[in-house]
């Protein structure tokens, strides 16, 4: 039987701030990818468009979390991408620096007091290039959806190995 396991996979943003929808469209590449290689049982795909209680429920009970957010702390380095691990027992907030770093600061906070953190926390920030009002994101930014979906895949790969390590039973050595 496979292990219970719950994975909130969170794209923050706003398609119609071009960049700013990269965590979206990095979860619509994630559900597509989904109809060749199934996500596992208990992982939600999501949208969040900033609103820190929206993002606490989207979270609340997770084992892992992992939001997709656009960045604004490299201009000069377009497309970097940023993956930060937040373990949920020693929560730091996270760098101002994303689009809505106070949406995750907000959430992270709100979420220790009320006692709603996940297990574990990933963030990945996508440096955008084009923050303007209109749909669609830039080339340097759409070339990294691809690749940040396929790392979240693993992330979610590893994690299922961990869960599934942690519930063996335990062998007795004589």
Not at 17 to 38: E, K, M, S, Y
Request: net charge negative; proline share 6%; with cysteine.
């Amino acid at each position: 039987m496979e292990p219970r396991t719950r994975i909130a996979l969170i794209g923050l943003g706003n398609d119609f701030r071009h960049d700013d929808g990269v965590g979206l469209a990095v979860v619509d590449a994630l559900r597509t990818r989904a109809a060749h290689r199934p996500l596992p049982r208990g992982t939600a795909l999501s949208t969040c468009d900033g609103d820190p209680g929206r993002l606490i429920a989207l979270w609340h009970e997770a084992d892992l979390a992992v939001v997709v957010d656009s960045a604004h702390a490299y201009p000069d380095q377009p497309g970097r991408v940023v993956r930060l691990e937040l373990d949920g027992r020693q929560l730091a907030g996270p760098s101002r620096a994303h689009s809505h770093g106070h949406v995750l600061a907000e959430g992270i906070e709100l979420s220790r007091i009320f006692g709603r953190l996940p297990g574990r926390l990933v963030v990945y920030a996508v440096q955008g290039v084009d923050s303007s009002l209109g749909s669609g994101l830039s080339p340097t930014i759409a070339a990294e959806v691809e690749r940040v979906a396929e790392r979240i895949e693993d992330d979610v790969a590893l994690h299922r190995c961990a869960v599934a390590y942690d519930r063996q039973p335990a062998m007795h050595v004589p």
